[in-house]
């Protein structure tokens, strides 16, 4: 069965905190996302890559940065962790010539910023 | 500036009943638009897409149809099943690598 791993779940984090957040893909997928999910505001991209060591900013890369050594992995990284970066954070993959096939998302990682 | 839009944040459906939901675009160079489906603490699943060259797409008891000249598509369940009620995000893309998402309608379906 294809998988996207989220490491994590839950975290809680400290205002100013620097966050890691980690995604495995399985599929030997060459493009990879990260998108937060807010209500009322659905899914927005934050970065997404399409090859090693390639990233792209994606609609709100703010306060984000990404590391994609290699290509089942893609890092997302809050430099300075704030209270509107709570949220639910998404990681997907996709194939190349993604169009019909859709992206397989992990299960999310819900982060809150205390 | 939302260029894929959900305007009904939830919909109510009897089981056995026909659930149609609404997505509008602003777009016009979107040419994959995809429907999915999500369930509380789980990311979105796909469950359908249709390309811009065509205006229906089945799969079952899910149906897409696009209307390019409304800049319109809708998803129709048939029929509705209690287990269906779910979050469900209309989606788009312009043939590269970002999908733009709407916000979501929340279908409940009702034994």
């Known amino acids: 069965d294809v998988k996207v791993t989220q490491s994590s779940r839950y975290l809680v984090k400290r205002t100013g905190e620097k966050v890691f957040l980690e995604c495995v893909q399985d599929?030997?997928?060459?493009?990879m996302f990260w998108y937060r999910q807010d209500p009322g505001l659905g899914l927005r991209l934050i970065y997404f890559?399409?090859?090693?060591?390639?990233?792209e900013k994606g609609d709100i890369p703010e306060g984000y940065s990404v590391s994609r050594e290699k290509k089942e992995r893609f890092s997302l990284i809050l430099e300075s962790a704030s209270t509107n970066q709570t949220s639910m954070y998404l990681c997907?993959?996709?194939?190349?010539?993604?169009?019909?096939?859709?992206?397989?998302f992990g299960s999310g990682t819900r982060l809150t910023v205390v | 500036d939302q260029q894929v839009k959900q305007n009904s944040p939830s919909l109510s459906v009897q089981e056995g009943r026909i659930s149609i939901l609404n997505c509008d675009y602003t777009?016009?160079?979107?040419?994959?638009f995809l429907w999915y489906k999500k369930y509380p603490a789980e990311g979105p699943t796909f469950l359908i897409s249709?390309?811009?060259?065509?205006d229906k797409n089945e799969d079952g008891r899910f149906t897409v149809f696009l209307n390019k000249s409304a800049k319109h598509l809708s998803l129709h369940i048939v029929p509705s099943q209690p287990g269906d009620s779910a979050v469900y995000f209309c989606?788009?893309?312009?043939?590269?690598?970002?999908?733009?998402f709407g916000a979501g309608t929340r279908l409940f379906v009702k034994a």
């Open positions: 249709i390309s811009s060259i065509k």
């Open positions: 777009n016009s160079m979107f040419d994959y």
């Open positions: 997907a993959s996709s194939p190349s010539g993604q169009g019909f096939y859709g992206y397989t």
């Open positions: 890559s399409y090859d090693v060591k390639m990233k």
């Open positions: 989606a788009a893309s312009a043939g590269g690598f970002k999908t733009i």
């Open positions: 599929m030997d997928h060459e493009n």
